[in-house]
């Protein structure tokens, strides 16, 4: 089965500091893996997502991810945090050598507080 | 280009009760998956709609049932309602037809409220 775990329930950083939210990730082949965002009353917003190649993926707002086979993790990152950067986040997986499973497996979620 | 559309925004129900909540996929999308977020949690997977069918559905007893209308619209019905229902239940589309492997992104709506009472 897979699975999905976001090792800190929050996360703060400094505005203009670089941030990482952390993501590991257990499936029986290769992932495939994504991140979202999530404002308040608000659904899931997709950031980016690792299917093959390069092990760095770009993402929307400045935000990139790097995937690591041999730590079997996908953590993402942003050189420098703004304060509207402040949501929550989740990691997510997709196994593709099960053909019959398209749902994405989500972990618990890290809140990012990013002060002033 | 709408993006994915949920209602009602919030419902509260009652014990018992049974719920209907719609989901209007993104434009061009054909499939539609749903998910329920409790509070402090990550979405757990409920089933998925293609082509009016259910296609894999995840841990959730059959009181959890859908539909998937020809213009690719859903609905997410609930019945016997249980305060653990209580919930954000969240829309998912994506476009799946033509596509050989899994690694497509889907697109959320804002979400249906659900207090159970």
């Known amino acids: 089965a897979q699975s999905v775990a976001q090792p800190e329930d929050q996360v703060n950083v400094a505005e203009g500091n670089p941030l990482t939210v952390k993501c590991t990730y257990s499936?029986?082949?290769?992932?495939?893996l994504f991140w979202y965002v999530q404002y308040p009353n608000r659904g899931l917003q997709f950031l980016l997502k690792?299917?093959?190649?390069?092990?760095l993926v770009k993402g929307s707002y400045g935000f990139e991810a790097e995937f690591n086979k041999s730590q079997t993790s996908f953590h993402l990152k942003k050189p420098s945090a703004l304060v509207s950067d402040s949501a929550l986040y989740f990691c997510a997986v997709r196994d593709p050598t099960d053909t019959g499973r398209r749902a994405l497996t989500f972990g618990s979620g890290t809140r990012l507080q990013v002060q002033p | 280009d709408a993006g994915v559309t949920q209602s009602p925004t919030h419902l509260i129900k009652t014990r018992g009760q049974q719920v209907t909540l719609r989901c209007s996929p993104k434009?061009?999308?054909?499939?539609v998956s749903w998910y329920q977020q409790a509070l402090g949690q990550g979405p757990q997977f409920i089933f998925q709609?293609?082509?009016?069918?259910?296609?894999q559905r995840g841990n959730f007893p059959d009181r959890f049932s859908g539909h998937q209308f020809p213009n690719y619209s859903s609905e997410l019905n609930v019945n016997a309602l249980l305060l653990g229902d209580s919930a954000l239940y969240l829309c998912a589309s994506s476009l799946v037809r033509g596509r050989t492997s899994g690694g497509y992104e889907q697109y959320f709506g804002p979400g249906t409220r659900l207090t159970v009472t």
């Open positions: 690792y299917i093959t190649g390069d092990n």
């Open positions: 434009s061009g999308h054909d499939t």
């Open positions: 499936v029986s082949g290769n992932p495939y």
């Open positions: 709609y293609y082509e009016e069918e259910e296609r």
